[in-house]
Structures are given as structure tokens and as C-alpha cells.
């Protein structure tokens, strides 16, 4: 007999499939594997049966997909499939012009009004894009205003600021 908490077995819907893509894909932009899910969590989540739920083999509860969420650090609407033609639309949205690639991990080393008004910023732009690394991050040419002013700096002076602050990625 199941409860409510318990998680429904061989249920394969179009949106149990999707939540699961969701789930992989979270999981990946992490770089963590099944069996580290698994580990890291005190084997709250077990391997087998984070695949079941990444196939949409498995449907997972709301209680464990909230607990998921808060394991992977991420706003629990994250995992959940969105509508494809808007965020497709907000991912095209952007021609490639004028991209920065930004170090969120020397980002968090720093303090301040100004660098704490970015990290939310960019927690919110992350959300946006479904982007969940949580080690770089594109700025893209339209978020160049909203960091010039948070940096109380001139918008084609941005670049060179970050720069300064060594928050600008490189892969050397």
C-alpha cells in the first residue's frame, strides 16, 4: 500500500519525461554523476532511482522533487519543464555580440554593497536561462547597463572594470 510521500513506479508521461531532462540537466551542470548524487546526499538519493526519475520512468513527489531542488542548490520551478517556445525565444534573444564570460567563483570572494547587488543579479539571470554551473556566467551586451550602474561606472567602461576586479573568466 503507498502514501501520499511514496513515488509512483512505472508511470512514463510526455511530462514525467520532461521533468526528467530537467532533473539530468541540473545534474550535469553541476558535474555530478549519479553515484556522487548518491554519496552526497547520504544516500538520501539513491542512483538507481534518480535514473528512473532523469528516464521519466518513475514520477517523483512533490516533497522529494522540493528536497531535490534544495540538494541541487536551485529554485525548485527549475526542475520542473518550461514552456520551450519562450525560452527559446529569451535564449535567441541575444546575437552573440558583445559577451562576457565572468568568474562567479572570485566573485563570491568579494564583499561589499556593490558585489552583493551583482551575486543576486546574477542569480537571477541564472534562473533566467536555466543556468545552474554556479562557476561562470555569459553577461551578455543588454545586462552591460544594469552592471554599470551597480558598479557606478560607464557603460564601455564595464569590461575593463570587471577586468580590474579580475571577475573576467579565462581559460588559459
Request: aromatic share 8%.
Amino acid at each position: 500500500m503507498s502514501t501520499f510521500d511514496d513515488d509512483d513506479e512505472g508511470v512514463s508521461s510526455p511530462y514525467s519525461r520532461k521533468i526528467g531532462a530537467r532533473l539530468r540537466n541540473i545534474r550535469r551542470q553541476k558535474r555530478l554523476s549519479l553515484q556522487e548524487v548518491e554519496l552526497n546526499s547520504t544516500l538520501e538519493f539513491k542512483a538507481s532511482v534518480l535514473g528512473a526519475y532523469e528516464r521519466g520512468e518513475r514520477a517523483i513527489s512533490v516533497p522529494r522533487l522540493e528536497r531535490l531542488a534544495r540538494f541541487y542548490a536551485v529554485p525548485i520551478d527549475q526542475l520542473l519543464p518550461r514552456d520551450e517556445q519562450l525560452v527559446s525565444e529569451y535564449q535567441s534573444s541575444d546575437q552573440g555580440a558583445g559577451k562576457l564570460v565572468l568568474d562567479l567563483v572570485k566573485l563570491n570572494y568579494l564583499s561589499g554593497g556593490p558585489f552583493e547587488m551583482l551575486q543576486r543579479f546574477f542569480r537571477m539571470i541564472q534562473v533566467q536561462r536555466q543556468d545552474f554551473n554556479g562557476k561562470v556566467l555569459t553577461i551578455r551586451t543588454d545586462d552591460r547597463r544594469a552592471i554599470a550602474a551597480m558598479l557606478d561606472v560607464p557603460i564601455d567602461e564595464v569590461e575593463s572594470r570587471l577586468e580590474a576586479l579580475d571577475l573576467l573568466y579565462r581559460t588559459e
